[in-house]
């Protein structure tokens, strides 16, 4: 359930160049989902974001809810840019005979919140996560600061 909203959200979003996951009805693999899959299309969701190799590595150093590693099927969201972490050690070509293009980002949606998941998502996708205070510096500094920039 989560997966399938996280995937129409990244679907509709204007950072995303393209989204695979079952469930869509966009997907090549619609019709066998729903004759394989019938109660769920599971929590895996790949997308492309717009900007390539930079924007991926900057969308998963980004989200605040999710973990960066490399397995799945956890009840917490995980996220992963194989690009620049589980396939770094190939070249730009060996990398895509495995279907790892600089643009692609894979997500195990988890149980959290969708409201949450959401959010995190779409904060990371426009560069807008929250800045985390520095040494020295309170939570109530950081959104007055922000407030004075024009944000919070």
Known sequence: ENALEAAKFL??????EWVN?????SSK?????????????????????KG???AGKKFINSVKLFSLVANIGDAKSLVIHPASTTHSQLTAEEQATTGVTPELIRLSVGIEDIRDILADLDAALRGESE?????????SDVSQAAAGAGGV
């Open 11 to 16: 679907e509709a979003h204007e950072a995303i």
């Open 21 to 25: 996951y079952p469930g869509l009805e």
């Open 29 to 49: 693999y619609f019709d066998l989902s729903n004759k394989y899959l019938p109660n769920g299309k599971g929590a895996l969701v790949t997308f492309g974001i």
């Open 52 to 54: 390539g190799f930079e």
């Open 131 to 139: 800045k985390l205070p520095e040494v020295g510096e309170t939570n």
